[in-house]
């Protein structure tokens, strides 16, 4: 069987990494890095036979706006989603005391998820960095003591660190929910036969009263159910915003009908991937 490629945002250890890992768990696959997740479309359009795991939203620092709009620009299929977990963890080179760290490096986000515990550490500075496994890999690379980085633990395996403290996030609660996503033709192949019964939608309604209500009222007719809705505002066209709302349901051909009828209450509806509702890691 061919080793699939998937794309990710970040290095090897990253979340990204992980959320790859255990999105395809059982079969093998070969991690192509990209600086940014525009690299991941771009990676993509350049080789349809390579997959993406890309970031959406967290449960505690909310959408990645810019995420949503790459994935509905790029004309790429969402194919599955992932929720994962994220454990954070302060690491070190061997041998280092908790008490001696002098600096700690992250991505700003992890950090902001650790302050509780970083208040434990009154003596350390803290400095941003653009990623977590990469903070790792730079303390590794050159050997430098008295840094550590907060990151997951499989970035500490990969970079021969120490784990000095795990589970340091502040809320326990604290899940990132990925897409999977690929080429139209790609995602026609891999969903075959496959049993749907959730989907990423897009549309357009101008800022009039009662234009959302209207099309909210209609997917309540029909039984969906909607799991999240996020407005962005569409640059150049005051006042019209774009809507991304995920639906569940459990009647393939009611969700259908249900699209039908929400057509003509909106402009440039766009279906961004039909799928199997995502496992969640403990």
């Given at each position: 069987?061919?080793?699939?490629?998937?794309?990710?945002?970040?290095?090897?250890?990253?979340?990204?990494?992980?959320?790859?890992?255990?999105?395809?768990?059982?079969?093998?696959?070969?991690?192509?890095?990209?600086?940014?997740?525009?690299?991941?479309?771009?990676?993509?359009?350049?080789?349809?036979?390579?997959?993406?795991?890309?970031?959406?939203?967290?449960?505690?620092?909310?959408?990645?706006l810019?995420?949503?709009?790459?994935?509905?620009?790029?004309?790429?299929?969402?194919?599955?989603?992932?929720?994962?977990?994220?454990?954070?963890?302060?690491?070190?080179?061997?041998?280092?005391?908790?008490?001696?760290?002098?600096?700690?490096?992250?991505?700003?986000?992890?950090?902001?998820?650790?302050?509780?515990?970083?208040?434990?550490?009154?003596?350390?500075?803290?400095?941003?960095?653009?990623?977590?496994?990469?903070?790792?890999?730079?303390?590794?690379?050159?050997?430098?003591?008295?840094?550590?980085?907060?990151?997951?633990?499989?970035?500490?395996?990969?970079?021969?660190?120490?784990?000095?403290?795990?589970?340091?996030e502040t809320?326990?609660?604290?899940?990132?929910?990925?897409?999977?996503?690929?080429?139209?033709?790609?995602?026609?192949?891999?969903?075959?036969?496959?049993?749907?019964?959730?989907?990423?939608?897009?549309?357009?309604?101008?800022?009039?009263?009662?234009?959302?209500?209207?099309?909210?009222?209609?997917?309540?007719?029909?039984?969906?159910?909607?799991?999240?809705i996020?407005?962005?505002?569409?640059?150049?066209?005051?006042?019209?915003?774009?809507?991304?709302?995920?639906l569940?349901?459990?009647?393939?051909?009611?969700?259908?009908?249900?699209?039908?009828?929400?057509?003509?209450?909106?402009?440039?509806?766009?279906?961004?991937?039909?799928?199997?509702?995502?496992?969640?890691?403990?």
């Amino acid at each position: 069987m061919m080793k699939k490629k998937v794309a990710i945002q970040g290095i090897a250890g990253s979340y990204h990494d992980i959320a790859a890992r255990n999105y395809f768990e059982g079969e093998e696959i070969e991690i192509i890095g990209c600086n940014t997740f525009r690299d991941v479309i771009s990676t993509i359009k350049k080789d349809p036979s390579v997959l993406g795991i890309m970031a959406i939203e967290n449960t505690i620092a909310g959408s990645l706006l810019q995420n949503h709009e790459l994935i509905r620009e790029s004309g790429l299929q969402v194919i599955g989603e992932y929720k994962l977990r994220i454990s954070h963890s302060l690491v070190a080179l061997p041998g280092t005391n908790i008490h001696d760290v002098k600096e700690v490096n992250s991505h700003p986000i992890a950090l902001m998820q650790c302050t509780d515990f970083l208040d434990t550490l009154p003596n350390a500075k803290v400095v941003e960095k653009e990623d977590t496994a990469m903070s790792a890999r730079w303390i590794s690379e050159n050997q430098l003591e008295g840094h550590a980085a907060i990151c997951g633990k499989l970035a500490a395996q990969i970079y021969n660190m120490e784990v000095l403290a795990e589970g340091i996030e502040t809320n326990k609660r604290n899940f990132t929910r990925f897409l999977a996503i690929a080429d139209r033709w790609t995602a026609d192949e891999m969903l075959k036969g496959e049993d749907k019964n959730k989907a990423s939608v897009v549309f357009a309604l101008p800022h009039t009263a009662g234009s959302l209500s209207k099309v909210l009222s209609v997917l309540s007719f029909y039984d969906m159910n909607l799991s999240k809705i996020q407005s962005l505002p569409i640059i150049g066209r005051e006042w019209e915003y774009l809507f991304y709302i995920n639906l569940t349901f459990t009647d393939y051909l009611r969700y259908k009908q249900a699209l039908d009828a929400i057509r003509p209450l909106t402009k440039d509806l766009k279906i961004l991937g039909e799928y199997a509702e995502g496992k969640q890691s403990v």
